[in-house]
């Protein structure tokens, strides 16, 4: 199937601080990823969908000024948490999906990023 | 309102044993289904999904799941559970609201636990 990674895996960031995760669709091309986060032991949270060459749309509630999303190119989206605080802290996952044939609307998942704000 | 059901915070079950993942949903229009894995501190891992065609759809790691219109479920199954399969399940239905098709609702997970 189609690999979405996400780098980095784990980070640590003082508060107050901003901390970049990018996520990358390694063998194929999305126009749309999507962002989301997930507490411990729920589910996942849509944040918002991220859209190459254009601004993200944010779900409601989500402060786009606080988590900043750009889709620069068609592999690439990064999400920048500014301004970090502890309450920040959780895991991040993004999704894309294959547009390439035979991939059936598959929504494919990056393997997460865990965000700890200190 | 677009939903997914996972009416089963946990489900135990021994190895060997078949096993049972319930979902539900409710969408306006034809469902896209999927089902995810997701193991501690991972990702998630695409199983399978149904979009159209039989009913029953075979996916990875020798799980199926059935989808039933007239009930609007789409419980996944495995004839013979693992430990290994011990993880975090989550079912999921594609947004038919949204004009993109990669936004998905999720469920609120089911842990299945396989004792040994």
């Known amino acids: 199937g189609a690999v979405v990674s996400q780098h980095p895996s784990r980070v640590i960031c003082k508060s107050g601080t901003s901390v970049k995760i990018e996520c990358r669709s390694l063998d194929f091309q999305a126009t749309t990823m999507f962002w989301y986060r997930q507490f411990p032991k729920q589910s996942l949270m849509l944040m918002a969908t991220s859209n190459e060459g254009s601004k993200a749309t944010y779900e409601q509630g989500v402060e786009k000024d606080k988590f900043l999303i750009n889709h620069a190119s068609l592999t690439l989206s990064t999400l920048t948490v500014t301004s970090a605080h502890p309450e920040d802290s959780s895991f991040y996952i993004c999704?894309?999906?294959?547009?390439?044939?035979?991939?059936?609307?598959?929504?494919?998942f990056g393997e997460g990023s865990w965000l700890t704000v200190v | 309102a677009q939903s997914v059901a996972q009416p089963e915070d946990q489900v135990n079950v021994a190895e060997g044993n078949p096993l049972t993942v319930k979902c539900t949903y409710s969408v306006s229009g034809n469902p896209y289904l999927f089902w995810y894995v997701q193991y501690p501190n991972r990702g998630l891992q695409f199983l399978l999904k149904y979009i159209t065609g039989d009913n029953l759809v075979k996916g990875s790691y020798g799980f199926e799941a059935e989808f039933n219109k007239s009930q609007t479920s789409f419980h996944l199954k495995k004839p013979s559970a693992l430990v290994s399969d011990s993880a975090l399940y989550f079912c999921a239905v594609r947004d038919m609201r949204s004009s993109n098709t990669g936004k998905l609702i999720f469920g609120q997970g089911t842990t299945l636990q396989v004792k040994p």
């Open positions: 999704s894309a999906r294959s547009s390439r044939q035979g991939s059936g609307n598959t929504i494919y």
